[in-house]
């Protein structure tokens, strides 16, 4: 097990921002959540996805302050809520990252930031990116293209920060990386926010897909209020054009996948990896894997969750569930169904047991253990409370959303917690919701 050491507090201004690059790792190494990908009969593994990029200062502060007005107007509304630690903590550390830059109240919006560049030199090579963490034996560095570059402490020979500002890679810079990487028998394309790699000429067909969940994930955080942020490495997304090569590809990054993965987002590189197989190009299960995987990437590049916490699955694994239904993963909603396929089938072998579900909604909100007992469960309970909770109670799903992303490195939530800050925002128990989502869902197609 890893141990860590604190951060010092003169790297707060880049630690607020980069830390959830770490957090799922951290969090899958201690509790063992570690299954890199999707599986296409199983259902989803509990992967939560890779990497949340830094949002410029500027940014952070202006959507925290304007959450904080929005949330006092609505409290004010509805009356005093039982206090939240999260949100104590995000206030503090909004004014806490406004002090360590010098900004003072009102110019928030106009203060220049700039994060320097660390430099690792080490008896393999020198290395360029922001630090991350620090452990007993490996330092955790961003680099510019996204990805967590880890180096064992035993090989570091200096460090220092150098007055060259961080800036994330460019466009181009990133295509000629990857055609030097994977070579001339690959299309590479740029369609913002994704750069694809892939071998056939229907990277059009893939490119649309993403790009049509990435519209309708931008239109979901303005219609739910969910703040968000502009990504800002871009998203490599890479088809190949058989499952041999796709786990060749896998087995290279050392990562250890089931025969059935059809896909997965690895928190190494920030990038989703797949195969294509025409005869599974319109399988319901491959389809939803996808785009489950790719919720899941641009819910953390666009601020949405943090990595840095273990503050619970059931929201990034319900929020991602989501995406997967036809209403969410396409541009336009209308005629389409808001219900993941994978998930109908368990939703109606419960749906009329209410004990069943507001049992299962009270584990999922006090921990983790249902996705290890019953992930089939523990995913369908998780989609149904997170879609219930953004379809009616939006202003508080995204007051708890935002809370959640802005707790502190390192963090981790007790069970007690979990539950306390549940019923501080929503106003109940998480096993109250189950007549609620029993009535919804049941005018839901």
Request: charge should be negative; hydrophobic fraction near 35%; glycine fraction near 4%.
């Amino acid at each position: 097990m890893l141990s860590r050491r604190s951060v010092p507090y003169s790297l707060i201004a880049c630690v607020v921002m980069i830390a959830s690059a770490w957090g799922v790792v951290r969090y899958k190494l201690y509790n063992g959540y570690s299954e890199p990908c999707e599986t296409s009969s199983e259902g989803p593994s509990t992967t939560l996805g890779e990497y949340t990029p830094p949002p410029s200062l500027e940014q952070f502060v202006k959507f925290r302050s304007e959450s904080l007005s929005e949330r006092s107007e609505y409290e004010s509304s509805i009356g005093p809520a039982e206090a939240s630690p999260i949100a104590d903590f995000a206030n503090r550390t909004v004014e806490s990252v406004k002090e360590s830059n010098g900004i003072t109240h009102g110019d928030a919006n106009h203060a220049p930031i700039v994060l320097p560049t660390t430099e690792i030199v080490t008896s393999y090579g020198t290395f360029y990116g922001l630090p991350m963490e620090r452990f007993a034996d490996q330092y955790w560095l961003l680099r510019n293209d996204g990805a967590i570059q880890s180096i064992p402490n035993d090989i570091i020979q200096a460090e220092r920060s150098i007055p060259s500002e961080f800036r994330v890679i460019s466009v181009d810079q990133m295509i000629s990386n990857l055609r030097e990487e994977f070579g001339s028998q690959y299309l590479v394309q740029h369609q913002k926010p994704y750069v694809f790699v892939a071998k056939s000429q229907r990277i059009t067909q893939w490119s649309t897909r993403f790009r049509a969940l990435y519209e309708s994930m931008r239109r979901v955080c303005l219609t739910k209020g969910l703040n968000s942020i502009d990504i800002e490495f871009p998203l490599v997304a890479i088809v190949f054009g058989s499952k041999e090569e796709f786990l060749r590809y896998a087995s290279r990054w050392n990562v250890s996948l089931p025969s059935n993965c059809v896909g997965y987002y690895s928190q190494r590189d920030n990038r989703i990896a797949l195969y294509e197989d025409v005869s599974e190009w319109t399988a319901h299960d491959t389809l939803d894997t996808i785009s489950h995987e790719s919720a899941h990437q641009l819910a953390f590049n666009m601020g949405l969750h943090r990595r840095c916490v273990s503050s619970g699955l059931w929201l990034a694994e319900g929020f991602a569930t989501v995406f997967e239904a036809p209403a969410f993963s396409n541009i336009s909603r209308e005629g389409r169904s808001s219900l993941p396929s994978a998930r109908i089938e368990t939703w109606r072998r419960i749906q009329g047991n209410r004990a069943q579900i507001a049992e299962a909604l009270d584990s999922i909100v006090r921990n983790d253990n249902l996705f290890t007992h019953d992930p089939d469960l523990a995913y369908t309970v998780s989609w149904a409370l997170t879609f219930h909770l953004m379809e009616k109670e939006p202003r508080r799903f995204s007051d708890y959303v935002h809370q959640t992303s802005q707790l502190p490195l390192g963090h981790e939530l007790a069970s007690v917690d979990r539950l306390h800050h549940f019923r501080s925002v929503f106003g109940r128990d998480p096993a109250q919701y189950a007549p609620l989502i029993q009535k919804h869902l049941s005018n839901v197609r």
